[in-house]
């Protein structure tokens, strides 16, 4: 096991060309997408020889280029001790900022793709079991819903270090 440390990549940080002028001119830049979504991400498990950082890099890569979605923002990545279960290696966290046209049912299903084309399965060995990718809902616009299998906003998001640190290298956007 390792201490926490921020770790910078190819895209972590990241902030959208739109925003990088947004500082200066004191204005929200035009967007084109009416939903704005923050996704946790995290990884401790190898994927066919690449590793954790590798697997979030392709993760940035393979949204990027979604028709429906535009990264905003990205978190640094933070390597962090993990919870829950302590015998496993350290995890990797990142947080991306997005906006997209596509709903609240089609962000959500859209993650579950993404973590198994990045080798994760649906069930878990056991609580808090390593893995290849973990994608989390942290927030969906302003929006506050109960549902059986979905909390928005997540329900322990506050309550984590693997997306509050991230989430503080994130500058406001109001």
Known sequence: ????????????????????????????????????????LGSNLA??????VEI?????????SHSQI?????????????????????????????ESSLSLVEIYR???????????????AFKNAPRTLDVDLILFNALCLKWEHLYVPHRFYTQRSSVMVPLSFIESLC
């Open 110 to 124: 859209l993650m579950f793709y993404v973590e198994r084309r990045f080798g994760r399965g649906r069930k878990r």
């Open 70 to 98: 535009r990264i905003l923002h990205s978190s640094p990545i933070w390597r962090n001790p993990p919870f829950g279960f302590a015998l496993q290696n350290d995890f990797y966290n990142a947080v991306l900022v997005c």
């Open 47 to 52: 994927l066919k020889g690449r590793g954790s």
């Open 1 to 40: 096991m390792t201490s926490a440390k921020i770790l910078s990549s190819k895209h972590y940080p990241y902030t959208h060309k739109a925003f990088k002028s947004y500082k200066a001119q004191k204005s929200y830049p035009y967007t084109m997408y009416r939903n704005m979504f923050v996704l946790g």
């Open 56 to 64: 979030l890099e392709s993760v940035f890569s393979w949204l990027d």
